[in-house]
């Protein structure tokens, strides 16, 4: 077995940790991560690629996430199909909790069984997320012989707080990471020097 030298390997572990920061970095420019929210997650409940379920209510937009609202208005139309409320109505309930399982945010209403190409609408959190991720979800509920449904999720984030588990670091504290660590890396290559 060949021996490799302490300095190969350290030099190695911060130049994978210096490449994994900067692939990082250029996902979130690229728009893979931004700051308006992460992809809509998958539909539930037997619904097809595009979210499309039948016999609830479809939303075919997103929903844009700031560290204040979440906004599902304007970006894709809201159909409404199902009768859950026996008057040619549909009642939904719109939830936004935070990282920690916060509910930041509710709203029931009932809207007539149409298309709206508005969306839903701009929703504005009764109290501040405090952890990441954000996420929204659209209920339709029970009534008229038929079963709550979840209609609708997307999880999205503020760039002013962390993720649930992470500590928060912005540029200055990634550049003092990497730093940290390439410090630490000199002093490992000195100490393994024969």
């Given at each position: 077995?060949?021996?490799?030298?302490?300095?190969?390997?350290?030099w190695g572990g911060?130049?994978?940790?210096?490449l994994l920061v900067l692939a990082a970095g250029a996902a979130a420019e690229s728009g893979a991560?931004?700051?308006s929210g992460l992809a809509p997650l998958a539909p539930?409940?037997?619904?097809d690629a595009t979210g499309r379920l039948v016999g609830r209510s479809v939303y075919n937009?997103?929903?844009?996430?700031?560290?204040?609202n979440a906004d599902a208005a304007g970006t894709g139309s809201h159909v409404l199909d199902r009768d859950n409320t026996g008057a040619g109505q549909e009642a939904l309930r719109v939830d936004i909790t935070d990282g920690f399982g916060t509910l930041i945010f509710t709203l029931s209403f009932s809207n007539t069984l149409s298309t709206f190409s508005g969306g839903i609408g701009d929703?504005?959190?009764t109290e501040p997320p405090r952890a990441n991720p954000i996420t929204f979800r659209l209920t339709s509920?029970?009534?008229?012989?038929?079963?709550?449904?979840?209609?609708?999720?997307?999880?999205?984030?503020?760039?002013?707080?962390a993720f649930v588990g992470v500590p928060a670091l912005d540029g200055r504290g990634i550049v003092a990471l990497v730093g940290l660590l390439g410090i630490a890396a000199l002093v490992a290559v000195r100490r393994l020097r024969p």
């Amino acid at each position: 077995m060949t021996k490799v030298p302490g300095r190969v390997l350290a030099w190695g572990g911060f130049a994978s940790l210096l490449l994994l920061v900067l692939a990082a970095g250029a996902a979130a420019e690229s728009g893979a991560l931004s700051s308006s929210g992460l992809a809509p997650l998958a539909p539930r409940d037997g619904g097809d690629a595009t979210g499309r379920l039948v016999g609830r209510s479809v939303y075919n937009g997103t929903v844009v996430f700031s560290c204040v609202n979440a906004d599902a208005a304007g970006t894709g139309s809201h159909v409404l199909d199902r009768d859950n409320t026996g008057a040619g109505q549909e009642a939904l309930r719109v939830d936004i909790t935070d990282g920690f399982g916060t509910l930041i945010f509710t709203l029931s209403f009932s809207n007539t069984l149409s298309t709206f190409s508005g969306g839903i609408g701009d929703f504005f959190y009764t109290e501040p997320p405090r952890a990441n991720p954000i996420t929204f979800r659209l209920t339709s509920l029970a009534g008229n012989g038929l079963p709550e449904q979840l209609d609708y999720e997307q999880e999205g984030f503020c760039d002013q707080i962390a993720f649930v588990g992470v500590p928060a670091l912005d540029g200055r504290g990634i550049v003092a990471l990497v730093g940290l660590l390439g410090i630490a890396a000199l002093v490992a290559v000195r100490r393994l020097r024969p």
